[in-house]
T-cell receptor, first 116, second 110 residues
């Protein structure tokens, strides 16, 4: 079973609709992240959470919100979707500080979102 | 502004060739540099580099970091078609966030 799962894997929605992307992990990691990937722009950080009570804005948080329902779950919401939010969305986790002095992030399979 | 720049953005070579991918960075408080391989969807971790001049190796892949000149290279020797992917470089900066480069799309032709 995958350690980091995302649902749905693909989604088509219309402008103005509210949608939620979900991320679950069985790795027991405290840190979770949401990224979006657009062609030619690499990965950009939307929000991140270092534990259940901690939520931080990333590079491009406008138009998005998140909820950390439990250590294992981190959801990303688009309150009113717009076409330029069409992208590939990744969730990631890390166990830092854990047993390492450096952090490595582990990614989910991604959600491909199309906003019409 | 923190910045990670990869070059080239795209590279096409023949099977058996050796390739070098470049990553330069400007971040506030450097902590470490990571290389990922992205084939279809999720990136998979390759290397993490924290110290200058120490080469990390995994099979035909190797990577090294130069903290004075602020860059890293990823080498792939005797390339195979299965090496075709997007290679992502990312740098951890002082606020414990990962900043990604645009990626290098590598295509290996048989």
């Amino acid at each position: 079973d995958a350690d980091v799962t995302q649902t749905p894997r693909n989604r088509i929605t219309k402008t103005g609709k509210r949608i939620m992307l979900e991320c679950s992990q069985t790795k027991g990691h405290d840190r979770m992240y949401w990224y979006r990937q657009d062609p030619g722009l690499g990965l950009r950080l939307i929000y991140y959470s270092f534990d259940v009570k901690d939520i931080n804005k990333g590079e491009i948080s406008d138009g998005y919100s998140v909820s950390r329902q439990a250590q294992a779950k981190f959801s990303l919401s688009l309150e009113s979707a717009i076409p330029n939010q069409t992208a590939l969305y990744f969730c990631a986790t890390s166990d830092f500080p854990g047993t390492s002095t450096q952090e490595t992030q582990y990614f989910g399979p991604g959600t491909r979102l199309l906003v019409l | 502004e923190d910045k990670v720049v990869q070059s080239p953005l795209s590279l096409v070579v023949h099977e058996g060739d050796t390739v070098t991918l470049n990553c330069s960075y400007e971040v506030t408080n450097f902590r470490s540099l990571l290389w990922y391989k992205q084939e279809k969807k999720a990136p998979t971790f390759l290397f993490m580099l924290t110290s200058s001049g120490i080469e990390k190796k995994s099979g035909r892949l190797s990577s090294i970091l130069d903290k004075k000149e602020l860059f890293s290279i990823l080498n792939i020797t005797a390339t195979q078609t299965g090496d075709s992917a997007v290679y992502l470089c990312a740098v951890y900066e002082g606020a414990q966030k990962l900043v990604f480069g645009q990626g290098t799309r590598l295509t290996i032709n048989p």
